[in-house]
């Protein structure tokens, strides 16, 4: 169907720093079917300007559970004053879709939604009924109408490339490095990750992991190379390395066409000689290893990560001594948990030596393993919430905060204990986010003093705009 001329798609987006890869692929079919697509910060004032332009507009959110009250909130007062179709989309609405209970959303969208968008998009701009489009929720005049989940998009290579000349225009593109995903799913089920709620809802769909052909990878960044001045490539898949057949073509490859150093995603009880072999020749500069927590029971029984402290530390030995950089993502305040178990996560870090140990407060997030777990236990522990006492917040805060630091310099292991206790947070919280952002540019994703300015200036700009309400 050709989509008519005067409607548009409007994504609003609260910028983080992110490359937005869901969105970029939703741009990306609609315009490849002829759809107006435009982007817009989520700001009230932003978005108002261009919805007094009075043309009919679909205003689309993608959130997760993090952000959901805030584009409600925003949604909500824009309803009040212009006339739109409110779509909502992305990891929490898949999981809550009850939201379209809530004053002024029009739409919520399950699941992937390239095909499900430009099927509403098609209908609205036709004038047809939208009652019946699979993926969605949809609420006219009060009334709710349900319906089923399309299949899986089969075949990656059938989706045009991400739309990043969406994000460019916001002066947001980094184009010195491009974020790229070569597949989607997991074949995991971590109790606290996304994934373990996805696959749930698709079992009856068999498995929700499909990969892009190695051709079909190559040719995506040959395509940014001809656009911005590439110098490094981020894979965001959740385990990079799978299927080990595809790893073998892509090692090769990659190699021969692109030959650009890469950062990716492992898992500590995949990595042997030969995959960290296959990275080191495609030219793998840095990847991303979790560790969570030392704890093995915890790690195994709680979180669904069942790998062992010796899997761990030696999967670490491994990229270390092929010369690969080692990021290694670990988690505190976990449920069942304790300060004495963070420290003991420390000395696994250092065991491990990485390049950098980021670590985040464990959030339980709604319709995951654990929050399931959680709830059929009647242990109530609210979504996205902190597991830990209140009385305690600034110490797990402090942490969290000085984790990597302490990775970097044993010695402050002896003066940890009392540093936590010292209401010193926001200095704390600095000397991580200047810790955080020299590991980044210098050691995992190298790029130069030009680049490095202008992502500094950026984040400023982006955290300065968070101090500041919509």
Known sequence: MIAKKDMRILFVVRFTGDEYLGIMSLSAVLKQYGHEVELIEAF????????????????????VTLFVDFYLKLNKRLKKEFD????????????????????????????????????????????????????????????????????????????PFPDRDLFATQSLCNIEKMSIMTGRGCFYNCSYCWNSFYNQLYKQQGSTVRKRSVQNVIQEIEHGKKKFPLKF???????????????????????????LPFFCDVRADLVNEQVVKLLRNAGCFSVSMGIETADDSLRSNLLGRTMSREQIVEAAKLIKGYGIKLKTTNLVDIPGSAIDIDFETIRLNIECQPDFATVRK??????????????????????????????????????HSLFAIAVEFPFLLWFLKILIQL???????????????????????????????RGLKKYVKIITRRLVIP
């Not at 009230?44 to 959130?63: A, C, Q």
């Not at 319709?367 to 059929?376: P, R, S, W």
Request: charged share 20%; hydrophobic share 40%.
């Open 44 to 63: 009230y004032k932003k978005v108002e300007k261009r919805l007094k332009e009075n043309k009919p507009t679909i205003v689309v959110y993608s959130t």
């Open 84 to 159: 739109f179709f409110s779509a909502f989309g992305g990891q929490h609405p898949t999981a809550v879709p009850e939201l379209i209970q809530e004053e002024g959303v029009d739409g919520v969208c399950l699941g992937e939604g390239e095909f499900a968008l430009l099927e509403l998009v098609n209908a609205l701009c036709a004038g047809k009924p939208i009652r019946n489009i699979n993926n969605w929720w949809i609420k006219e005049n009060g009334h709710i109408f349900k319906n089923p989940l399309r299949p899986l998009i089969e075949n990656l290579d059938d989706l």
């Open 233 to 259: 490539i981020l894979f965001y898949d959740d385990i990079f390395i799978l299927p080990y057949d595809w790893l073998e073509e892509f090692s090769v490859r990659y190699k021969q066409c692109i030959s």
């Open 362 to 399: 464990l959030r339980i997030y709604p319709k995951t393993k654990i929050d399931t777990a959680f709830a059929e236990s009647k242990n109530d522990i609210p979504a996205i919430m902190s597991s830990r006492n209140t009385a305690h917040t600034h110490v797990s805060q402090n942490m």
């Open 423 to 453: 209401p010193l947070g926001s200095v704390y919280r600095m000397l991580y986010i200047c810790w955080e952002g020299y590991c980044a540019y210098y050691r995992l994703y190298p790029t130069s003093i030009k680049t490095f300015l």
